[in-house]
């Protein structure tokens, strides 16, 4: 079949495009739906760039690029998985309701999530309600660390202390107002917070 090279060089750039902007490939029926153009085709054309060794490609959110590729090193895509108020956490691929592509210098190193704070429990560390809280996901915190911490069925975010002459754990809300939560069983740390995200 004779192949449109405008049509070719429109889906590469479209890619990149959608990847620079949401931090991860668009689908097959996104490209489609952007450049009103049939699946089918676009299908085709990504696996001829493909084949030509112009992109990288394996299935449904896999295009790779120099472009994508150079703008990787210097960024990390995080997945936003809920509010922190909403009980036990499912880091489950269907459970992430939004990428954001934040800068790896402002980060470190490590694997990321982002929550949303719900709630005003830790105002006077400068998180409010609605702000976007970004997480590295580690099982460890040292004392004075802001953590995601699971407790029985409920999941918190709190200042975290290690009560070691009573062998207890505290959570310490940022808000005077608010009394600690002192666990003497199982506590399970999902993460320590790094970063806020705030709208103006």
């Given at each position: 079949?004779?192949?449109?090279?405008?049509?070719?060089?429109?889906?590469?750039?479209?890619?990149?495009?959608?990847?620079l902007e949401n931090g991860v490939s668009p689908t097959v029926r996104e490209i489609a739906s952007g450049l009103n153009a049939s699946k089918?085709?676009?299908?085709?054309?990504?696996?001829?760039?493909?084949?030509?060794?112009?992109?990288?490609?394996?299935?449904?959110?896999?295009?790779?690029?120099?472009?994508?590729?150079?703008?990787?090193?210097?960024?990390?895509?995080?997945?936003?998985?809920?509010?922190?108020?909403?009980?036990?956490?499912?880091?489950?691929?269907?459970?992430?309701?939004?990428?954001?592509?934040?800068?790896?210098?402002?980060?470190?190193?490590?694997?990321?999530?982002?929550?949303?704070?719900?709630?005003?429990?830790?105002?006077?560390?400068?998180?409010?309600?609605?702000?976007?809280?970004?997480?590295?996901?580690?099982?460890?915190?040292?004392?004075?660390?802001?953590?995601?911490?699971?407790?029985?069925?409920?999941?918190?975010?709190?200042?975290?202390?290690?009560?070691?002459?009573?062998?207890?754990?505290?959570?310490?809300?940022?808000?005077?107002?608010?009394?600690?939560?002192?666990?003497?069983?199982?506590?399970?740390i999902q993460g320590v917070a790094v970063k806020v995200i705030k709208e103006l």
């Amino acid at each position: 079949m004779p192949v449109n090279t405008e049509l070719l060089k429109e889906i590469k750039e479209y890619a990149e495009q959608y990847y620079l902007e949401n931090g991860v490939s668009p689908t097959v029926r996104e490209i489609a739906s952007g450049l009103n153009a049939s699946k089918t085709t676009v299908q085709r054309y990504l696996e001829r760039l493909r084949d030509s060794g112009e992109i990288e490609y394996c299935g449904e959110r896999s295009i790779k690029t120099e472009v994508t590729e150079k703008y990787n090193q210097q960024s990390v895509s995080v997945g936003l998985v809920g509010s922190i108020s909403c009980g036990e956490l499912n880091f489950a691929q269907q459970n992430i309701t939004d990428y954001y592509s934040l800068p790896s210098s402002m980060l470190g190193s490590g694997e990321f999530f982002m929550l949303r704070a719900s709630g005003d429990s830790m105002i006077n560390a400068g998180i409010d309600d609605g702000d976007l809280v970004v997480i590295r996901r580690q099982a460890t915190a040292r004392d004075g660390d802001i953590v995601v911490a699971l407790y029985g069925d409920d999941t918190t975010l709190k200042r975290f202390y290690k009560d070691t002459q009573n062998r207890r754990f505290i959570l310490h809300p940022e808000n005077e107002r608010l009394s600690d939560i002192i666990i003497e069983g199982d506590l399970i740390i999902q993460g320590v917070a790094v970063k806020v995200i705030k709208e103006l």
